[in-house]
């Protein structure tokens, strides 16, 4: 399974943007789905996950609010729905399918690895 991230850019503060993550096949259908985050000189970190079959979702408390993940399972398809973004929110975000269909926060869980997109914001 490959996934394929987009969406990044170079935004303003306070601005918005929407990451998508395509899966190369649909196994993803079965799994949660989830993004994570690694800004420069940080670790990786966990941003949001969703169920495989949605909408239930878990958000890191440093975008509770703000972000919003969605999965369109008939396109094989994760969105990360991004508002009000300050210049924390800066980093390279990447979309990882889990092994199992259950939410994790825990990105030793997940299997399948996004290239990665970076998203930039401005003050």
């Known amino acids: 399974v490959q996934l394929q991230a987009s969406g990044g850019g170079s935004v303003q503060a306070g601005g918005s943007l929407r990451l998508s993550c395509a899966s190369s096949?649909?196994?993803?259908?079965?799994?949660?789905m989830g993004w994570f985050r690694q800004a420069p000189g940080k670790e990786r970190e966990f941003v949001a996950a969703?169920?495989?079959?949605?909408?239930?979702?878990y958000y890191a408390d440093s975008v509770k609010g703000r972000f919003t993940i969605s999965r369109d399972i008939r396109k094989g398809t994760v969105y990360l729905q991004m508002n009000s973004l300050n210049p924390e929110d800066t980093a390279v975000y990447y979309c990882?399918?889990?092994?199992?269909?259950?939410?994790?926060?825990?990105?030793?869980?997940?299997?399948?690895w996004g290239q990665g997109t970076l998203v930039t914001v401005s003050s």
């Open positions: 096949r649909r196994t993803g259908s079965n799994n949660a």
């Open positions: 990882a399918g889990s092994r199992y269909a259950t939410i994790s926060m825990d990105a030793s869980t997940y299997v399948y």
């Open positions: 969703i169920g495989w079959g949605g909408p239930a979702a």
